[in-house]
C-alpha cells in the first residue's frame, strides 16, 4: 500500500520478473483496481502471492471508492481465513516534505491496520536511485524518529528498497516470530464488530478528511464569489465564475463520497439482511400470536 506513483507496481514487477508491466511513468495512477499477482518462483522456499492496491489520491476514483475495494479485498481474506503475512507500506525517501496528501495517506494506512497489525508492517522506502544518499538516510532516520515513531513502537520494520530483486526479497523474508499474523483491524471491525465503513477507525479518518476538504473548498467558493462581484473586468468574471463553478462541482463530489461512507458496508458485501414479517396464525382470532412468514420476508438494504 502506498500513495499513488510511491512505486507499488514497480516493487511487485521486481519480485515477480514482470518487467515495467503496468508500471505508470507520469501522474496519472496506474492500479485500477485491487489485483493479485502469483510469484511463478518460490521465494525463501515459500509460494508468495503479492496485493497490488491502488493509493489515495487515485486519478479517477474517490478515497471513499478507494477505502472501499481495500476493505472488500480484505473482509474477503477475513471471512476465507487467509492471513496477510506482511503489509508493506511504500514511500518514496526524495519527498522531502510530508504533504497533506501524503499525510493523509499516512493516517488512513495506520486507522487501517491499527496497533495490533503493526507487528506485520514494513514501511519500505523507495526511489533511493533517485536521492543523495546521504541527505536520504538522514531523511529516513528523521521520519523514524517523528512521522514513523508511534509505528515502529508497536512493532512495525522499515526497510529499503533499491530497485534491486535481492532487496526485494530482503523486505519480503519470512517474519522472525512463530506468533500467528493478526489481520488488519478493519478487517475485524466490519465482519465480526458489524461495523458500518464510516464508523471503522479508517472510515472516521476518512470521515474527517472528506469534511476538511468540503469546508476549505466552501470557503474557497466564497472568496471566488466575492472576487466575481467585484470585478469589473468580463473576461475575467467569467475565468472567476468558471473556477467557481468547478470548486462547486468538487463540494458536491466530496458531498457524495462522505454521503457513501454512510453506507452499510457488511450489508453491502455480504447482501441485505431478511425483514422476518410477522402474520397471525392461520385461523387465530387472538391478536399477539404471530408466526415468522417466509413468503412474507422481504429483503431490504438500508442506508444508515
Known amino acids: 500500500m502506498g500513495p499513488t506513483g510511491v512505486g507499488k507496481t514497480t516493487f511487485i514487477n521486481c519480485v515477480a520478473n514482470r518487467g515495467d508491466r503496468g508500471v505508470g511513468h507520469g501522474i496519472e495512477s496506474c492500479t485500477p483496481e485491487v489485483s493479485l499477482v502469483n510469484v511463478e518462483h518460490t521465494v525463501h522456499g515459500r509460494k508468495v ?12 476514483k474517490s478515497d ?31 519527498d522531502t516534505r510530508m504533504t497533506g496528501s501524503l499525510l493523509k495517506n499516512l493516517k488512513l494506512f495506520v486507522s487501517l491496520c491499527g496497533v495490533q497489525s503493526m507487528p506485520t508492517v514494513t514501511i519500505v522506502t523507495t526511489m533511493w536511485s533517485n536521492a543523495n544518499a546521504e541527505r536520504g538516510e538522514d531523511r529516513e532516520q528523521e521520519l523514524k524518529e517523528k512521522m514513523w515513531f508511534d509505528m515502529i513502537k508497536n512493532g512495525c520494520d522499515v526497510k529499503q528498497f533499491t530497485g534491486t530483486f535481492e532487496s526485494a526479497l530482503e523486505i519480503i523474508a519470512p517474519p522472525t516470530t512463530t506468533a ?10 466490519i465482519v465480526t464488530q458489524k461495523k458500518k465503513l464510516k464508523a471503522t477507525a479508517a472510515g472516521n ?28 473586468n468580463e473576461a475575467g468574471k467569467r475565468l472567476l465564475e468558471q473556477e467557481l463553478d468547478e470548486t462547486n462541482q468538487k463540494i458536491k463530489r466530496a458531498n457524495e463520497q462522505h454521503a457513501a461512507l454512510k453506507r452499510n458496508f457488511f450489508e453491502r458485501f455480504f447482501g441485505p439482511k431478511p425483514e422476518v414479517s410477522l402474520v397471525p396464525h392461520v385461523g387465530s382470532t387472538e391478536q399477539g400470536q404471530f408466526q415468522s412468514s417466509d413468503a412474507s420476508t422481504k429483503a431490504t438494504s438500508r442506508d444508515a
Open 205 to 232: 479518518e476518512l470521515s474527517k478528511e472528506i469534511k476538511n476538504l468540503i469546508k476549505q473548498r466552501k470557503e474557497a467558493s466564497r472568496k471566488l464569489q466575492e472576487l466575481s462581484k467585484r470585478s469589473e
Open 180 to 189: 500467528p499474523p493478526k489481520g488488519p483491524l478493519l478487517s475485524t471491525e
Open 49 to 60: 502471492v503479492l496485493v497490488d492496491t491502488p493509493g489515495f489520491d487515485d486519478t479517477y
Open 64 to 94: 471513499t471508492e478507494i477505502l472501499t475495494m481495500i476493505a472488500s479485498f480484505l473482509v474477503k481474506t477475513y471471512t476465507n481465513n487467509l492471513k496477510l503475512d506482511t503489509i508493506l507500506y511504500l514511500h518514496r525517501i526524495i
